[in-house]
């Protein structure tokens, strides 16, 4: 069971650790001017374009967006770590990226407001939500359920939400949980999702010779290289070829169902590049994976439909496919297509996760999934290459990558306002924080700004 929050782990327990070091003390002010975070000065014009086709953003309100999103992923992260079992849940709303977090417990509410964001009272923590859904998802993995293509944590509705085409399915699947209809909203939903692989040619990387998916972000164990992809697009053993229709590589782990991920090790012919393509537009690059809060821009990269924008909706969602049930999905509002599975799913410069299915498409616009990276590097080991990881490793493999240079070093306590060098670049320092491995000022937008 996913027991934590996906924005309280992996990359993003850098905003936890950093900004929590004595209860809210530094967090940033929600509210503050955007523009800061070093990634949304520095968006790739693709990136920037397809948020303004799909959300309506000119290029500065789609930074200033990015900046918001960015800070707010850091309060809500502390305050999550502040408010304890009271917690239930954070989103951002608006172009503002306004951030609401939710609490079982009037008495936090000046300590919410206090750090910069809107306070919301509600009857259920999400502890007790999440809960309820992991007994769903505890039913579902011995059988998934009939005519319940999906459910999720809705934290905006304070509420597990089911959807399904028959409310007596609904029932029975809540019944077999033993969760308490109380907790519950049940909606009607002629979605059937599927997974994105069933289409041959095109882009991309294929399988055994046949099937098409997408590249989700390129990645390291050690020496070698290669990329995380969506676990329904192969099983360990299955070949690929890239988009040159040249050898490129094999699954070396993979899960489906249950879970959506998998890595391909690839030969030395291809080099891992921290980029997303851009589709004409500009290649994207990335930066890190910190995971961005609901209700955050994000965007998608895939071989059959290029870059499409949206919001995230809920995370920790579960969907139910032909093949079974996947749990610790994200749900979106992006638009994809069949061919798309495993493609890029990033907010700003932020790795979030790899496409894994949905319903609808982008003629018509649909719900899509994507299987958070961070879940996916730990389950087998991988390191994300990212503009402040070393593509090229050590000589000795057994030593740690030496750092290109600069005045920043780990273990050293900066103040908010601290100017440090690192690669050949300065960086001014936007929350107090004791520095440790892995947060390097070009890894951690929410806490250095480049100048």
């Not at 989700?216 to 299955?238: D, I, L, M, Y």
Request: proline share 6%; charged share 15%.
């Amino acid at each position: 069971m996913l027991r934590r929050r996906a924005f309280a782990a992996g990359a993003a327990a850098v905003a936890v650790g950093a900004l929590a070091l004595a209860g809210l003390t530094g967090v940033a002010s929600a509210g503050q001017a955007a523009g800061t975070a070093p990634a949304a000065e520095q968006l790739s014009p693709g990136l920037i374009e397809a948020m303004r086709r799909d959300l309506g953003l000119d290029p500065g309100e789609a930074r200033a967006r990015i900046a918001g999103e960015y800070r707010a992923a850091a309060v809500a992260a502390a305050l999550e770590k502040s408010l304890g079992a009271d917690f239930a849940g954070a989103r951002v709303s608006g172009d503002s990226a306004v951030l609401t977090v939710a609490t079982t417990d009037r008495a936090d509410i000046a300590r919410i407001t206090g750090a910069g964001a809107r306070a919301e009272v509600v009857g259920h923590s999400l502890d007790r939500l999440e809960a309820a859904k992991a007994s769903l998802d505890a039913v579902a993995r011995k059988k998934a359920p009939e005519d319940v293509p999906s459910w999720y944590v809705d934290i905006s509705a304070n509420r597990l939400v089911v959807n399904a085409s028959r409310t007596g399915a609904a029932d029975g699947l809540l019944a077999a949980a033993g969760v308490p209809r109380e907790l519950v909203r049940v909606d009607r939903s002629a979605e059937q999702p599927r997974a994105y692989a069933d289409l041959r040619g095109g882009d991309a990387y294929y399988m055994n010779g046949s099937g098409r998916c997408s590249i989700g972000f390129p990645v390291k164990r050690g020496t070698q290289n290669g990329f995380v992809t969506a676990g329904h697009c192969g099983t360990p053993g299955v070949t690929t070829t890239g988009v040159n229709q040249q050898a490129q590589g094999s699954f070396q782990g993979s899960t489906f169902p249950g879970r959506d991920y998998a890595w391909v090790a690839t030969n030395a012919n291809w080099t891992p590049r921290a980029l997303v393509n851009g589709y004409g537009n500009g290649d994207v690059t990335v930066a890190g994976s910190t995971q961005a809060v609901v209700g955050s821009s994000v965007c998608r990269s895939g071989s059959t439909t290029g870059w499409h924008c949206g919001t995230i909706q809920q995370h920790g969602s579960s969907v139910t496919y032909p093949e079974g049930t996947i749990t610790g999905v994200t749900r979106t509002s992006v638009c994809a297509e069949p061919g798309d599975s495993g493609g890029s799913f990033i907010s700003g410069s932020q790795a979030q996760g790899v496409t894994s299915g949905g319903s609808g498409n982008c003629s018509q616009g649909g719900t899509t999934y994507y299987q958070p990276v961070n879940p996916a590097l730990a389950a087998y080991g991988l390191t994300l290459v990212t503009s402040g990881t070393p593509t090229d490793p050590p000589t000795d493999p057994t030593d740690p990558p030496t750092e290109p240079g600069g005045t920043w070093a780990a273990g050293t306590t900066y103040a908010a306002g601290a100017v440090v060098t690192y690669g050949g670049a300065s960086y001014r320092c936007l929350q107090g924080h004791q520095a440790q491995a892995g947060w390097q000022p070009p890894n951690v937008p929410a806490l250095w700004q480049r100048i």
